[in-house]
């Protein structure tokens, strides 16, 4: 990794990356898991850390790509590293279709969900299915409702990119209610933080929906799995009001505090954490 380090010595992008490749021609692709580390060292080091992995990955072949990002995703965890990923993938895409579609049609939930796999096969998904992917977004929209062997940390964060992937005019309640009413929806994760937050959100309640997003909120109060989490996650709503952070505006917080629904929540809210 040293050597390849040393290619950012100068400030030329073009002479950076032609290193890099060298580089990488001569030694080939580094071990995963000391890409990781290096990556997880210096995450600021964003253009750098995108530069080596995009090299990286145009080396790999499509079915090599979901493999050796868990691997790299594993050591190194962060959010950051996730991005990194991302970009690094999306970059490879536009350069060579044939390697976009191989990897695309290597999607399924054998290569995404259960214990053995990471994250990063979430977030390569999700590029897809902004792209219009339908099965992708599939794969994404079920595993919280516990479709797949999805682990908590997977199908919390398929729950956030699902969400993000809402079309324009469908109700963001209708996608989180699905997910509550999953008989097999994980609880071992902080689900119910996603399911309080998003309904607080002033999108999820659409046109004269605040009350059925309210209901919604406090059905997610009276479920074992997530009660707690949601009661953790609305507490600074309940006990700071508008001095709360987050997306409440004065007039969503006078609509809140004038709805008999909210009186409940925050009664429940009280009981969950002062039992």
Known sequence: ???LAACFEGSDEAAQRDCISRE??????????????WVCSRLDEIHANRAVFEGILAMLGPHEVLEYCDSVTKTCPDVGMGYTILDSVAAVCELDRSWCGTLQA????????????STSTLRIAHRFAQKGDDWARYLLEEAPRGTFDATGEQAQLAAHLAFDLRREGEPARDYIASVLEGTKTPADTRMGCFLAAMLMREHSWGEGGLEESLLLC????????????????????????LDAPGWISPSQWAALVGSPTWTRITERVLVLLNP
């Open 1 to 3: 990794m040293e050597r």
């Open 24 to 37: 990488l021609q001569e030694v080939g692709p580094p071990p995963p898991e000391d890409l990781g580390a």
């Open 106 to 117: 290597l999607l399924d939930s054998e290569s995404m969900f259960g214990e053995s796999h």
């Open 218 to 241: 406090e059905r997610v109060l009276q479920d074992g799995r997530f009660q707690l989490d949601a009661a953790l996650q609305l507490q600074d709503y309940v006990r700071r009001g």
